[in-house]
């Protein structure tokens, strides 16, 4: 069995999601977030989709990546199973990324 470190787990989602909201790959990516870890998490995802679209500065995006790296590393510090879902989230998105 692998092992998982959370901060690893964090940052790597964070950029993950960060790239694929501006590709195709998020209409998967955020129902899927929906349905696994909440509309909470769903709507934030549209909400960086909104800002990197309306400011595609790379700046944007490193914020971006902060602020999901931060909510990754909450939602794993609170509920440590989800980082088996998530390492499986980044591996099916990256796999969907162009």
Not at 23 to 49: K, P
Request: charge should be negative; glycine fraction near 6%.
């Amino acid at each position: 069995m692998a092992v998982l470190h959370p901060k690893r787990v964090a940052w790597e989602g964070a950029r993950t999601f960060v790239s694929a909201a501006t590709t195709d790959a998020y209409w998967w990516l955020s129902d899927t977030v929906g349905q696994y870890l909440g509309l909470m998490y769903q709507l934030q995802l549209c909400e960086t989709r909104l800002r990197l679209q309306g400011d595609p500065d790379v700046e944007a995006a490193y914020e971006e990546v902060g602020a999901w790296r931060a909510r990754l590393d909450d939602l794993l510090t609170t509920t440590p199973s989800t980082a088996s879902l998530l390492t499986q989230l980044i591996t099916e998105t990256t796999s969907r990324l162009p």
